[in-house]
């Protein structure tokens, strides 16, 4: 068995449900059972596909995170000129928000 199949059995077994499989496994491809299951589901939508559903779930993943770092740039930068923080410590914070939200993209697009 190669890693992504021995993965699926594996979290098959667990599960106790023949359809789950997580994204990663097999490549991102569905079985035939999950992909008749999916369309006999989305029967009346217009071409609704599994990768419209992957895309929808990450785009909202990337504008939630990028309205988070503008969140953070704007309360360090408020701060700043308030004269609350200093700014080494508004440009840290922005620099760690700047690097979870790079990090949140980079796993989104894996």
């Given at each position: ?16 449900i ?14 035939s059972?999950?992909?008749s299951?999916f369309q006999s589901a989305n ?22 995170a990028?309205m988070?770092f ?6 360090a930068y408020?701060?700043?000129g ?7 410590d508004a440009?840290s914070?922005?620099?760690r ?5 790079l ?8």
């Amino acid at each position: 068995m190669k890693g992504a199949a021995k993965r699926a059995a594996l979290w098959t077994l667990l599960l106790g449900i023949g359809c789950f499989t997580p994204t990663w496994a097999a490549d991102n491809e569905m079985f035939s059972e999950q992909r008749s299951a999916f369309q006999s589901a989305n029967a009346g939508s217009a071409q609704f596909d599994h990768t419209d559903s992957i895309a929808l779930i990450s785009a909202t993943v990337v504008v939630l995170a990028m309205m988070w770092f503008a969140w953070v740039v704007l309360n360090a930068y408020r701060a700043w000129g308030a004269g609350v923080s200093e700014g080494m410590d508004a440009g840290s914070q922005v620099l760690r928000a700047l690097f979870v939200m790079l990090i949140t993209m980079l796993i989104v697009s894996y």
